[in-house]
């Protein structure tokens, strides 16, 4: 067998297991061992990084990239508990700076020093958008409709998650949050891809969840925030405990290469200036 049909047989028996919140990539070198890094990645992410992550494997056979996916709140949670990471990539820089002692005190109160700030860096943007389900059987159009009688349920994010926190910025900056509080019309998700399941299933009205998100479950978006929340910036970094830090390095630079880059851009993400 020559060496491309190697390299092929290989890739297609690397068994690339995808579940909501864990992914399994393995590869292995010519003296059949590995190293396995762990990537904890925000949910929105899990797609993407999935893919990407099927790519890798082909260039660092050497390497068994597992994928946590889950909000970036639990993620960051699991890592201040001592849980085994390398690598995290957050849907927002709040709770990157929770772990990072460079933030600061205001952003890190507890004096966390759990990222390697030299490895740090923004690595892709996002879009929050209002996104209905099937016919759209409310008739929405926009932002502002969620202040009407048409909307009887809307899904946002926890309000501790990056999702929920853009949501009611929106909600907020429209001045309806309140009153749709009051009115008991939210629902809520822990993390996107619960509030996007509730938007596919027609349990609501509408929900606002990722531009990427509602693209990968070909949910019909019918407005994008511009201007009502905080930019959607992704940071990346490596955990300081992590024992692998060559082989995350290594996977961190080729996150923000062109072959990661297509995909990102493939699935509606923006390159991070």
């Known amino acids: 067998m020559n060496k491309g049909r190697l390299t092929t047989a290989a890739a297609l028996g690397l068994g690339f297991l995808a579940i909501f919140g864990l992914v399994g990539a393995k590869g292995r070198d010519t003296a059949g061992k590995q190293v396995e890094l762990s990537v904890f990645a925000a949910a929105s992410m899990t797609e993407t990084l ?10 660092r056979p050497d390497v068994a990239i ?7 709140g639990a993620l960051k949670t699991q890592i201040q508990e001592g849980a085994d990471c ?6 927002a820089q709040k709770q990157m700076d929770q772990l990072d002692l460079s933030a600061g005190a205001k952003r890190n109160p507890q004096g966390l020093d759990l990222i390697d700030r030299d490895s740090r860096f923004n690595l892709v943007e996002n879009k929050v958008v209002l996104a209905v389900p099937e016919g759209n059987p409310a008739d929405i159009r926009c932002y502002e409709d969620l202040g009407t009688e048409k909307v009887k349920a809307v899904c946002i994010g926890n309000e501790d998650v990056p999702v929920g926190v853009y949501s009611e910025e ?4 429209l ?3 309140d009153s749709l509080k009051a009115r008991g019309i939210i629902t809520y ?3 996107v891809k619960e509030v996007t399941t509730q938007i596919k299933e027609a349990s609501v009205d509408c929900g606002i969840i990722y531009g990427t998100d509602a693209r990968a479950a070909g949910l019909l978006i019918v407005d994008t925030a511009k201007g009502q929340c905080s ?6 970094a490596m955990v300081t405990r992590s024992r692998k830090k060559e082989e995350a390095q290594a996977f961190l630079d080729y996150l923000s290469g062109g072959e990661a880059r297509a995909v990102f851009e493939a699935a509606g993400f923006s390159m991070a200036e």
């Open 50 to 59: 999935t893919k990407i992550g099927q790519q890798y494997s082909q260039v």
């Open 66 to 72: 597992v994928f946590t996916f889950d909000s970036s």
């Open 189 to 191: 998700g822990s993390n």
């Open 175 to 177: 001045g309806i949050f």
């Open 86 to 91: 390398d690598i995290f990539i957050s849907a």
């Open 231 to 236: 930019p959607v910036v992704y940071p990346a």
């Open 170 to 173: 929106i909600l907020r900056d």
